[in-house]
């Protein structure tokens, strides 16, 4: 099995910033993407940012552009997502995502793509 461990979440006012990871730990294979995604109350999952484990190559939703950053450490199996000029709009519990052994079932921005997911951190941005 593998298990995702979201940790970072916080409470921020509009204009501030927050650092998210993503530890994940269990049965090991070799993956391309791991994916961030955001679920806000009576809304669906939607994408925020995935990287290419291999390059480092990353993807982000348009909304988020130019203020997340997603990155990786290989060594410690740690995914981050910077979230910078946090908006109101950006509160949502945040989720880290990975495919399971026979890669992406999907497109990178389709949550139904992944196979393994954290339990999710609670993201509050107050105007």
């Known amino acids: 099995q593998v298990q995702l461990v979201e940790s970072g979440g916080g409470s921020v006012q509009a204009g501030g910033s927050l650092r998210l990871s993503c530890a994940a730990s269990?049965?090991?294979?070799?993956?391309?993407?791991m994916g961030w995604f955001r679920q806000a109350p009576r809304k669906e999952r939607e994408f925020v940012a995935a990287i290419n484990w291999d390059d480092g190559g990353t993807r982000y939703a348009d909304s988020v552009k130019g203020r997340f950053t997603v990155s990786r450490d290989s060594a410690k199996n740690t995914m981050y997502l910077q979230l910078n000029s946090l908006q109101p709009e950006d509160t949502a519990v945040y989720y880290c995502?990975?495919?399971?052994?026979?890669?992406?079932?999907?497109?990178?921005?389709?949550?139904?793509?992944?196979?393994?997911w954290g339990q999710g951190t609670q993201v509050t941005v107050s105007s």
């Open positions: 995502a990975r495919p399971g052994p026979t890669g992406l079932r999907g497109g990178v921005q389709e949550p139904t793509a992944y196979d393994y």
């Open positions: 269990g049965r090991a294979f070799s993956h391309v993407f």
